[in-house]
């Protein structure tokens, strides 16, 4: 399902109300609510958002867990540290107990990092790995979480967490792999602006050519793909079927 919003601010509004609603949900269900969290410059506002009455005040943060998709392994104070940037937007303004945040510690070494978030993975989920939502980007290469094109993380089909390097970036990455993040509940994509419309055309309406476009990996197996794109980015789509405005 693809959800068109008129700007930026009302796609995070969209995202915050949708991550309070599943939180309760998933909270009154299941006693927790276990959410992954991404990186990059489009969940800012999202997260800015949550931190705000009333939307902290609407989600239960005692009973929620915070991992991420990925991390860049960076110190924590590093300022593309992705679990840096969630925390000065959201984590330290909500009453959530520290045990509960799980960012990726992977700057020291990224094989034991990607492994050791593993095992808190599935120490978490009591083997049943299963997010209640993930919040996703989309680069414009058509990457999504630490999935980069031509990458051999792409084919990984046993581990829920690997590590990456990309070429022509000083640092390694972390990732939830594709069958991880297929797993979840819900996969929900943050897409704005008009440098990602053609991307995003091609992930979405293009033919399937996952080693190009890594972002098609992702399809739920028994969960749901929500795609929230603004206006800007979703000025090259042409099927306008199943969109929702
Ligand atoms: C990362 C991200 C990455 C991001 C996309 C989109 O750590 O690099 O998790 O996958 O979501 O690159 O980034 P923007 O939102 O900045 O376009």
Redesign the pocket.
Known sequence: MIRIFEDMEALSLGAVELFVRRAGVAAGERGMFSAAL??????RRTYELLALPPWRDQVPWERTAVFW????CVPAKDHRS?SRMAFETLLNHVPISPDRIHPIACDEDPDRGAEGYENLLRTHFSGLLRFDLIF????ENG????LFPQTTVLREEKRAAAPVRVQGEDFH?VTLTAPAINRAAAVVF?VSGRS?ARVLREVIEGPRDTDRLPAQLIRPVEGELLWLVDRAAAAELKDIQDKEE
Do not use: F, I, Q, V
């Open positions: 991404s990186g990059g410059h489009t969940p998709s990925d991390e860049r992705n996703l980007g989309l680069g990457h999504t979480a630490s990455r943050l990602k």
